[in-house]
T-cell receptor, first 114, second 113 residues
């Protein structure tokens, strides 16, 4: 069965500093990986996805993530954050054996300070 | 631009009332989902559907029910609301391929007094 672990529940970071959000998954088969962002009082918005091919994936708003199969990780990074990046970030995994359901991690709250 | 719509955005209602949360999508997706999310917490899948007349319970037990009479419409109903139902409810849909992402609505924030 697939599972997703986001190691940090909250990450405070100063404006213009880099940020990395960690995501590890467990699965015995090929997976598809996603990062979503949730701004206050809104639904989730797709940030980026890894389906196949290049392990470095670029998404919206300057975010990127790297798929590491040997470490079963899909960490999200941004070199310089803005106040507007304050939000909740969710990592998710989908595998064919799971009946086409996405499994979400517990979320990481990013708080960007001026 | 949202292709999946939820109404109402906010709802405050008294205990014992029957409520229906609406969800509609215009993408022709067969697969639709309802998630429950408490503030600042993780998402819990409470219902899903793989097409018309197909509904299944999710990982988190819920007293709500759903129906899927039309592809584009996936309403969630609470027959008798209780304060413990206070939460945010997120509706989502996705395409048929295993690598298709979920598309989310903006959610309904329900408060039961």
């Amino acid at each position: 069965a697939q599972s997703v672990t986001q190691l940090d529940s909250q990450v405070p970071v100063f404006e213009e500093a880099p940020v990395e959000l960690r995501c590890n998954y467990s699965s015995s088969v090929s997976v598809y990986l996603f990062w979503y962002v949730q701004y206050p009082n809104q639904g989730l918005q797709l940030l980026l996805k890894y389906l196949s091919g290049s392990t470095l994936v670029k998404g919206i708003n300057g975010f990127e993530a790297e798929f590491n199969k040997s470490q079963t990780s899909f960490h999200l990074r941004k070199p310089s954050v803005h106040i507007s990046d304050t939000a909740e970030y969710f990592c998710a995994v989908s595998e064919e054996a799971a009946g086409n359901k996405l499994t979400f991690g517990g979320g990481t709250r990013v708080l960007v300070k001026p | 631009e949202a292709d999946i719509y939820q109404t109402p955005r906010y709802l405050v209602i008294g205990t014992g009332k029957k409520i229906t949360l609406e969800c509609s999508q215009t993408m022709g997706h067969d697969k639709m989902y309802w998630y429950q999310q408490d503030p600042g917490m993780e998402l819990h899948l409470i219902h899903y559907s793989y097409g018309v007349n197909s509904t299944e319970k999710g990982d988190l037990s819920s007293e709500s029910t759903v129906s899927r009479i039309r592809t584009e419409h996936f309403p969630l109903t609470l027959e008798s609301a209780r304060p413990s139902h206070t939460s945010q409810y997120l509706c989502a849909s996705r395409g048929d391929r295993y690598n298709s992402p979920l598309h989310f609505g903006n959610g309904t924030r329900l408060t039961v007094t």
